[in-house]
């Protein structure tokens, strides 16, 4: 069962203070509505190495947290809004996946995970 806005039945939730600090004060907490419980090998601005990251899932964010989460990204990275957005679209937003715990009501998902 894929994430909604108003159920999300696969998250990661932060446990880093201030990665978890930042979630908070855009989407109001730290645990995350995620695509999928596999994290993939990512290039990110501002690291050397690829990271693994999980990607939120955007779906599953109702129309004021994708705003508020445009507004919080272009504020911390002082990028313009229509920057991020476009961004978002193409790409998704990674989660770094250090310091994180994930969650699942998906039974699809979990027998992903063990075949």
Known sequence: MPNTPTDW???VTLHDPERAAFWRGVLGTD???VIALVPQWLHLPGFG???LCFMLDLGALTPELRGRLIAGIAQRFELEPDEVASEID???VPILFDNTSWSTSDFGAMMNLVT
Do not use: N
């Open 9 to 11: 039945s696969t998250t």
């Open 31 to 33: 645990t995350l509505p």
């Open 49 to 51: 190495e690829p990271q």
């Open 90 to 92: 193409g790409h998704g």
